[in-house]
């Protein structure tokens, strides 16, 4: 009876748990629609309004990086539920090294803005919103990589089965929804620009 009450008391924990990356992930989506809403209220107020720059080309190849790293998140997630925890553990690396590989890209393209002159703070708040945007997802791309290598030293350490496929089922939603918003923020600014 002891025996069912902790797993009971354990997988009540893991829906709370799961609960609040749901709520997390529905307040960020919240987060990046109001900016969204304020990209376009600013630049319907005027014509001098507006990116007015083409996007670098660096955001593509973020891009194919972002959706690589959410295939190698789902690979090493079938491979926990399989018990291929050799297999599990060399594909969490490659993701992690991808999602440091975008959050690089991002930078080098905020460097290519910066030479053409779109930096941060102008006169023209359209271009700010690049930085905001990119940024803003940035975090969030931190917070992702940092719950990856939760998920790596879990395994690691050898947590129980359980423990190791939810830590991964966790980590999958997560990541998988970092590379949606950042395929919706990027279509977003290619469509504004």
Same mark, same amino acid.
């Given at each position: *009876? ?31 629609? +109001?900016?969204?809403? =304020? ?33 190698? *998140?789902?690979? +090493? ?23 440091? =590989? ?14 053409? =002159? ?20 940035? +975090?969030?791309?931190?917070? =992702?990589?940092?719950?990856? *290598? ?5 395994? *690691? ?37």
């Amino acid at each position: *009876m002891a025996q069912y009450t902790q797993n009971k008391e354990e997988l009540t924990q893991q829906k709370a748990k799961k609960f609040n990356l749901w709520l997390g992930m529905i307040g960020m989506f919240m987060m990046f629609a +109001a900016l969204s809403s =304020g990209f376009i209220v600013y630049t319907a107020g005027g014509i001098d309004r507006g990116i007015k720059t083409l996007l670098p080309d660096a955001f593509i190849y973020s891009t194919i990086l972002i959706v690589l790293s959410s295939l190698t *998140m789902q690979l +090493a997630y079938v491979a926990a539920r399989r018990t291929q925890f050799s297999k599990q553990k060399l594909l969490l690396i490659a993701t992690i090294l991808l999602g440091l =590989g975008f959050f690089c890209v991002q930078l080098y393209a905020w460097g290519i803005l910066s030479s053409r =002159g779109v930096v941060f703070v102008n006169n023209n708040a359209s271009q700010s919103f690049i930085y905001v945007f990119t940024g803003m997802h940035l +975090a969030h791309i931190v917070a =992702g990589i940092l719950v990856l *290598m939760r998920a790596l030293i879990g395994r *690691m350490r050898s947590i129980p089965q359980v423990n190791n496929v939810f830590r991964m089922d966790l980590a999958a939603l997560f990541w998988h929804f970092l590379g949606i918003l950042w395929i919706y923020i990027y279509v977003f600014l290619l469509l504004n620009q």
